[in-house]
């Protein structure tokens, strides 16, 4: 199993040597091994992909992990904590997400 194309570099989520056999482009999205994407990634593409619109919870967790956790709300708000984290974003005063209290989250425009 050697090589650096079996090697999978963590930070990156992908092979080592994905980049150099020509069969990915360098900046897609990264994937794990059934080909979803990490959930934070997942959660900023559908909230950019509405920005100006509120997304459910219902919604959103059903895009990101599926049907049977729409009820887990608590578990998208430790998510949306991760996320605004990474962003830099502050919840009192938010720049990117803004939580609209008892029905989701919004992708601020502009």
Do not use: C, W
């Not at 992909?49 to 049977?68: C, D, F, Q, S, W």
């Not at 939580?99 to 919004?106: D, I, V």
């Amino acid at each position: 199993m050697g090589g650096a194309a079996s090697r999978v570099d963590p930070a990156q989520g992908r092979g080592l040597g994905d980049e150099l056999d020509g069969d990915r482009v360098s900046g897609e999205p990264r994937v794990d091994a059934v080909g979803r994407r990490p959930l934070p990634d997942e959660l900023l593409y559908h909230l950019v992909r509405n920005a100006g619109y509120v997304l459910p919870h219902e919604t959103l967790l059903a895009k990101v992990r599926g049907r049977e956790y729409v009820d887990e709300v608590d578990y998208l708000r430790v998510y949306i904590r991760r996320l605004r984290e990474k962003l830099g974003d502050d919840p009192e005063h938010p720049i990117f997400i803004r939580t609209e209290r008892g029905l989701g989250y919004r992708f601020l425009v502009g």
